[in-house]
């Protein structure tokens, strides 16, 4: 219930004005003096105080002080009530903060009014004031999130880069040590330890400069004309290469002419999703890639017969860091997927995984279609 203390040293107004309070349905607590006023204030804390400038003991003006400079009362709303003839008193108290003032002799409608308004302003005020706590706690956590991020990956990187540093490192030792009766696998074999270490260490850089980008807001969208199957389709080659047929990697094409899609974006999803698709599939297993025309929108669709998700780690997928139980013996960095939802999201995609144990994943994009008209200039492909 809202609870007015009114202050006031003549009985006869004082009684008055708690008799109209009491009908409206407040609580009302009553001070014949600003020293009783104050300790009623801090003992109940009111939502308003009405309160008398000429009061014995302590005065109306010395009692707004103590109330404005009280931590728990200075946002509480006070009106003063003055004589009519004061109004030196009633602009001093106007200065020292008070929300309002009524002259004497005041009506039933006045009071109730001048409390209204002031009730309504405050309640206001309470709201914009627990909106602007609420934005502030909420960029407090997306500011720890974000410095928690930064030093998990500076530890990671920093630890992660050593391993593939070592194994070239070791390599190119090996290599220029003349050692004559090294043949020739076990040279090239000495050569792929160094390819496959820088192209790991590249994978990570990559990995990383995208995630600082998309912490910072600063991971530019540009959607521009390309011919998405003929760059899927070199993507796919690359992969092909660097998975040196372990794998039979397919890729089925039914979308054809210029779409507007980002080409740094589109790479990153196209890359992250066969890259896992490889490190989780056993050896000569299938890996199939379709892109297509599919309600008007672009699918891109990449299948495996690998290792699967635990149903448990399914909606975790997307989050920094998380990788699944059966993933830890393979090497990654849990980032892969937050880069690609993130690359969807900015072009106004969507993505949807499933998976089975140890049968396999499957990992769909859609993304808005816009054919690219003759007017557009086409990006190199
Ligand atoms: P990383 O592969 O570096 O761990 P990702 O963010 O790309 O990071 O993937 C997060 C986790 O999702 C992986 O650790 C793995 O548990 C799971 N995952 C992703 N793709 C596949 C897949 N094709 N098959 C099985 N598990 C996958």
Known sequence: MTTIL?????????????DWLRFEGFEVLEAENGRIGLHLAHQH??????????MPEMNGHELLVEIRSSDDLSQTPFIFLTAAADRHAM??????????????????????????????KQSFQTQQQQKQVEMLN??????????????????????????????ILMASDILSSGDNRLTPERKQHQHDRIRGSVHLLLQMLDD???????????????????????????IVKEFRLID???????????????????????????ANLLSNAMKYSPPD????????????RIQLEVQDEGIGIPAESLPHLFEPFHRANNAKQI???????????????????????????????????????????????????
């Open 6 to 18: 009114i202050i006031e040293d003549e009985t006869p107004i004082r009684d008055e004005v708690m």
């Open 138 to 167: 909420q960029a407090f956590q997306e500011e720890r999130k974000k410095r928690l991020l930064k030093s998990r990956l500076m530890a990671m990187f920093s630890h992660d880069f050593r391993n593939p540093l070592t194994l």
């Open 208 to 234: 990383m400069l995208l995630v600082a980008e998309m912490e910072s807001g600063y991971l530019e969208f540009v959607p521009k004309p390309l011919l998405l199957a003929n760059f899927a389709e070199t």
């Open 331 to 381: 090497k990654g960095t849990g980032l892969g997927l937050t880069i690609v939802k993130e690359c969807v999201d900015h072009h106004q995609g969507e993505i949807d995984i499933q998976s089975t144990l140890n049968k396999g994943s499957r990992f769909v994009v859609w993304l808005p279609l816009e054919k690219a008209s003759l007017s557009d200039q086409p990006a190199p492909q």
């Open 91 to 120: 602009r001093k108290g106007m200065d020292l903060g008070a929300d309002d003032y009524l002259t004497k002799p005041f009506t039933h409608a006045e009071v109730l009014n001048a409390i209204h308004a002031r009730l309504q």
């Open 244 to 270: 040196q047929g372990i794998h039979k990697i397919t890729f089925f094409n039914h979308l054809f002419g210029q779409v507007k899609a980002d080409r740094k974006l589109f790479r990153q999803i196209l």
């Open 45 to 54: 804390k009111p939502d308003l105080i009405l309160c008398d400038i000429a």
């Open 285 to 296: 297993t299938e890996i199939t890639i379709y892109l297509r025309e599919e309600n008007g």
